[in-house]
């Protein structure tokens, strides 16, 4: 499979939550610093892409009554691990995304390209389709949490950045860059309200992106065959 195709595809095309829209109650729930945005990134990526990799290493072994059962036992096995993990050596992170690590156990999105890609594909192609997709999700909180907090704080960075000494931290209290005063700044954006119109003001840049891709295309189409 074409790893060009894959990743256009993981991050525009066929994005997890842009153009899925799947998986967005985490999503919408700790995009509001860039610490959660990148921590929850990249552990739905690092478990997407391993379950990936098991389900595709035994899908030909996997009794079709319970692949969907099989699927949860071996997702939530990596998510225990990521778990685990995150409590052991960034506390602060584990605190922070609270109960949505636990719950990408049932995130559409792990189990959605285990059904539809990984049991039906190889074990490379897999690997990368785990990836790419992570990388979509990644991109897409990080697009989120750099809105939702410069714009709803007057911060960039917070949790993990220190704005005081420029430096990176992993234990959530970086209080970030500070961009404008907090006043002036539209706190309705780091409440709920605020994840619900991020995602939909994305959502609609992403649909509108592809309409003019699919009318560029078109429009050549026409042009070759006449």
């Avoid at 509001?32 to 739905?44: D, K």
């Avoid at 234990?171 to 961009?179: E, F, H, P, Q, W």
């Avoid at 706190?187 to 119109?197: A, D, K, N, Y």
Wanted: charged letters at 15%.
């Amino acid at each position: 499979m074409n790893r060009k195709q894959q990743i256009f595809e993981g991050v525009f095309t066929n994005n997890p939550v842009l153009v899925q829209q799947i998986g967005l109650c985490a999503t919408m729930a700790i995009s509001t610093t860039l610490f959660n945005g990148i921590g929850m990134g990249l552990s739905v990526l690092i478990i997407l892409t391993c379950c990936n990799v098991v389900v595709s290493l035994i899908r030909k072994i996997i009794p079709e009554q319970v692949r969907l059962a099989i699927f949860v036992v071996v997702i939530a096995g990596f998510v225990t691990i990521v778990d685990l993990l995150l409590q052991a050596f960034i506390p602060a992170l584990s605190n922070a995304l609270g109960v949505f690590i636990p719950l990408i156990v049932v995130n559409c999105i792990i189990i959605g390209r285990a059904e539809a890609f990984s049991s039906k594909n190889s074990v490379k192609d897999s690997f990368f389709d785990g990836v790419f997709q992570g990388l979509g999700y990644t991109v897409v909180l990080i697009c989120m949490c750099l809105f939702r907090e410069l714009l709803g704080s007057g911060t960039i960075g917070g949790g993990l950045l220190n704005g005081a000494t420029s430096f990176f931290t992993l234990d959530g209290t970086g209080a970030g860059i500070r961009i404008f005063p907090q006043e002036y700044a539209a706190g309705i954006l780091v409440l709920p309200f605020g994840g619900f119109l991020t995602l939909g003001l994305l959502m609609a840049l992403m649909q509108h992106m592809l309409s003019k891709r699919e009318a560029r295309r078109a429009a050549k189409e026409k042009e070759d065959d006449e």
